[in-house]
C-alpha cells in the first residue's frame, strides 16, 4: 500500500497561474480532505468530501475548487494563483469506520507551493 | 466559532524526563480528541485519540487525558528521547460532519540528550 500520495512535490507558479494538485488513496477510505499549512497557523481545511459524489466547504475554501474524481482521487484546483497561497498543501483521507471508531486520518507528505 | 490553541512556545526538556503538551478548546463540545506528530518536511501521523467519555488513554510511553469540564486535553511523554522531538498537533473532531478535523497550531517539542 502506498497510501496518500501527492503530486507534484514542489510547485512554482507565477501569480494568475492556474494548477491543479493531485491526491490518490488505495486504502479504500470514504473521505478526503485538503489542508494547507502556514508558520505559526497550524493546518487549515480548505475542502473535504465525506464520500464519492460529495464536497464542501472548509474554514479558507476561497481561490480554490475542488473535484472528487472517484473513491481514489481527491484533487485541488487554484484557478488564477495568488501569493496569499503560498504554502504547503496536505491530503489526507479517512476510512468511515476504523479500528478504533474515531476518525483518525492518514495525510500524503505535502506539496510546496511558492507563487511568486 | 469553534477555537483550539496549545502552548504557543517551543518546549524545551531533557533526555529522560516527562514532556507535557497542553491543547484548549473553546464553543465545542467535542466527542473525540486526536493527537498528531509532524516531523519537518512530512505530513502529520496519528498518535492516539480519546473520547469524550474517557479520562485518560495510554499508549506505550504515551498519555492522553481529557477534561471535559475544563475543555482540556494534556498530552504526556514519560522517559522522552531526542527521537521525540518533533512538532505535536491536537485536534477537534467533527464527526457528523464528514469526519472533518480543526487542528491546533502545534507545540514543537525538543529533546536534549
Known amino acids: 500500500n502506498a497510501g496518500v500520495t501527492q503530486t507534484p512535490k514542489f510547485q512554482v507558479l507565477k501569480t494568475g497561474q492556474s494548477m491543479t494538485l493531485q491526491c490518490a488513496q488505495d486504502?479504500?477510505?470514504?473521505?478526503m480532505y485538503w489542508y494547507r499549512q502556514d508558520p505559526g497557523m497550524g493546518l487549515r481545511l480548505i475542502y473535504y468530501s465525506a464520500s464519492e459524489g460529495t464536497t464542501d466547504k472548509g474554514e479558507v475554501p476561497n481561490g480554490y475548487n475542488v473535484s472528487r474524481l472517484n473513491k481514489r482521487e481527491f484533487s485541488l484546483r487554484l484557478e488564477s494563483a495568488a501569493p496569499s497561497q503560498t504554502s504547503v498543501y496536505f491530503c489526507a483521507s479517512t476510512p468511515l469506520i476504523s479500528g478504533t471508531g474515531g476518525y483518525e486520518q492518514y495525510f500524503g507528505p505535502g506539496t510546496r507551493l511558492t507563487v511568486t | 466559532s469553534q477555537k483550539i490553541e496549545q502552548n504557543s512556545e517551543a518546549l524545551n526538556i531533557q533526555e529522560g524526563k516527562t514532556a507535557t503538551l497542553t491543547c484548549n478548546y473553546t464553543?465545542?463540545?467535542?466527542?473525540?480528541l486526536q493527537w498528531y506528530r509532524q516531523d519537518p518536511g512530512r505530513g502529520p501521523v496519528f498518535l492516539l485519540l480519546?473520547?469524550?467519555?474517557?479520562k485518560e488513554k495510554r499508549k506505550e510511553r504515551l498519555k492522553v487525558t481529557f477534561d471535559t469540564t475544563l475543555k482540556q486535553s494534556l498530552f504526556h511523554i514519560t522517559a522522552s528521547q531526542p527521537a521525540d522531538s518533533a512538532t505535536y498537533l491536537c485536534a477537534l473532531v467533527f464527526y457528523n460532519q464528514g469526519g472533518k478535523l480543526i487542528f491546533g497550531q502545534g507545540t514543537e517539542l525538543s529533546v536534549k540528550p
Open positions: 464553543n465545542y463540545s467535542p466527542a473525540y
Open positions: 480519546i473520547r469524550e467519555n474517557e
Open positions: 486504502m479504500n477510505h470514504n473521505s
